[in-house]
Structure formats: structure tokens, C-alpha cells
């Protein structure tokens, strides 16, 4: 835990939903780290730019990293976007938010609050939306896999999850241009999913 800073009411919010998600008390988590993330705003001067930086993290004491909570809040978005309608109604929001607000945010942790993004607009039955925001991932990105991998996912094994048709011709030639174009296959297991299809 950091202990540079001293304990704020973000940082209270963020612990307490911590202690929910060790709990599994998931809807408790969902709200308080939609507080958590509604405090540590107020708190965060405009010249933060970064959410990974030592500068960020010197205001939290309720995490090691601040950037890590964040994966740890889209993590429950995704888990819990079925189950729980306040996952959907303030995780756009939340995704939004977080990348307006850090624009110089490593763009690994960027595509990773557009791949929840996606996932929350297709449970909202949005799937050109989310399909659209995954093409312009793969678009910007094309040497990472990450959004062949989604997409492709989505059009086959997640299809029935979100009430889509399957497209698995789609998804294999998907997955067969990452091969091609990306540089991270392996850390995505590109080629195990192929075999999967």
C-alpha cells in the first residue's frame, strides 16, 4: 500500500470497495468505486495527465498503484455488466472519464477502457457501436492484438453472451490478420484460439 498520502474520501471509497470485492459483495464494490472514481477527480490537479505516474499515485494511500485500481474497476465492469445494471450505467461514463481526463495515458491501458467500452455498448444491444469502436482500435493500433482478439472473441465464443450471431468465418480472418500485423500474438494466444475456432 502507499503510504505517502494521507487517507482522502476517495481513498475511502476505493478500500471500501476493495473490502466488498474480497467480500463478494459486487454491487457494494461497483458503487463504491464509482464514488471512489467521483472523489479521486476533485482531488487530482489538471497538470495529472497520467494516471500511471508517481505523482498520481503520491495521492492515494488505498492502492500500490492508481493506474492498477482502474484496471481492477474495468475488471469489474466486465465481470458484472449482465448482472448488475449500475455496471452499465456509470461504467461508460467511468471509461469516458478516464480517458478524457488523461490524455497521455499509456495507450495499453487506453485500449483496455475501449475494449470495456465495447462490451458495455454491445450489452446494451449497441453492437455497431461497439463493433465500430473495435475496427478503429484495430485501425490505430494494428500491431497490437488486443483489438483483432476482442472483436474476433465477440463474433464467436462471446456471440451468445451478448445475443449476437456468430461470425466465425470473420473472427478466424480476424485472428489470421493479427498473426500478420501484431507484435504481442503470443501474450494474447492468437494461435490457441485459432485452434479453438
Not at 471512489?36 to 490537479?45: D, N, R, V
Not at 455498448?121 to 461497439?130: D, I, M, N, R
Request: aromatic share 14%; with cysteine; proline share 4%.
Amino acid at each position: 500500500m502507499n503510504t505517502a498520502a494521507p487517507l482522502n474520501l476517495a481513498d475511502e471509497w476505493i478500500e471500501a470497495g476493495y473490502y466488498y470485492l474480497k467480500e463478494n459483495w459486487r454491487y457494494k464494490a461497483l458503487t463504491c468505486w464509482w464514488h471512489g472514481w467521483q472523489e479521486a477527480g476533485k482531488i487530482l490537479p489538471e497538470t495529472i495527465r497520467d494516471p500511471s505516474t508517481e505523482e498520481c499515485n503520491r495521492f492515494f494511500s488505498s492502492c500500490d498503484f492508481f493506474s492498477n485500481w482502474l484496471r481492477d474497476y474495468l475488471f469489474l465492469l466486465e465481470e458484472n455488466l449482465e448482472r448488475y445494471p449500475v455496471a452499465i450505467q456509470n461504467g461508460l461514463q467511468f471509461c469516458q472519464e478516464v480517458v478524457d481526463r488523461f490524455p497521455e495515458m499509456n495507450y495499453l491501458l487506453v485500449n483496455s477502457f475501449v475494449e470495456t467500452t465495447s462490451y458495455l455498448l454491445l450489452a446494451l444491444g449497441k453492437s455497431e457501436q461497439a463493433f465500430s469502436l473495435l475496427e478503429q482500435l484495430i485501425e490505430q493500433h494494428p500491431k497490437a492484438a488486443q483489438g483483432y482478439v476482442v472483436l474476433a472473441a465477440t463474433l464467436s465464443m462471446d456471440a451468445q453472451r451478448f445475443n449476437l450471431r456468430p461470425d466465425f468465418d470473420r473472427a478466424k480472418l480476424l485472428l489470421l490478420q493479427a498473426q500478420k500485423n501484431a507484435t504481442d500474438c503470443a501474450d494474447w494466444d492468437v494461435e490457441m484460439r485459432l485452434e479453438d475456432l
